[in-house]
């Protein structure tokens, strides 16, 4: 076993306009986050709208409770 934290899904978003505001307000409050998922929107990188197939955004295991707290807010 080790004891580096792992990652663990927190939230899912069907655009990168959302996922990109809960990862600023994640990391604003210092929590790491990791976005899994499609690299651009689905017109290209200038644009934010649906993923196909969505993104899910992920904390450090330890972070997960602070994390939806805040989401909570």
């Known amino acids: 076993m080790t004891d580096d934290p792992r ?3 927190l939230a899912s978003f069907a655009n990168g306009f ?3 505001l809960v990862r600023a307000r994640l990391e604003a409050e210092g929590i790491p986050v990791l976005l899994k998922g499609p690299q651009v929107g689905m017109f290209g990188a ?3 709208g649906s993923f196909v197939g969505g993104a899910e955004l992920l ?3 330890p972070e997960l ?3 939806r707290a805040l989401l909570e807010e």
């Open 65 to 67: 409770d602070r994390a």
């Open 59 to 61: 904390v450090p295991s």
């Open 46 to 48: 200038g644009f934010q």
């Open 7 to 9: 990652f663990v899904p």
């Open 18 to 20: 959302d996922a990109d």
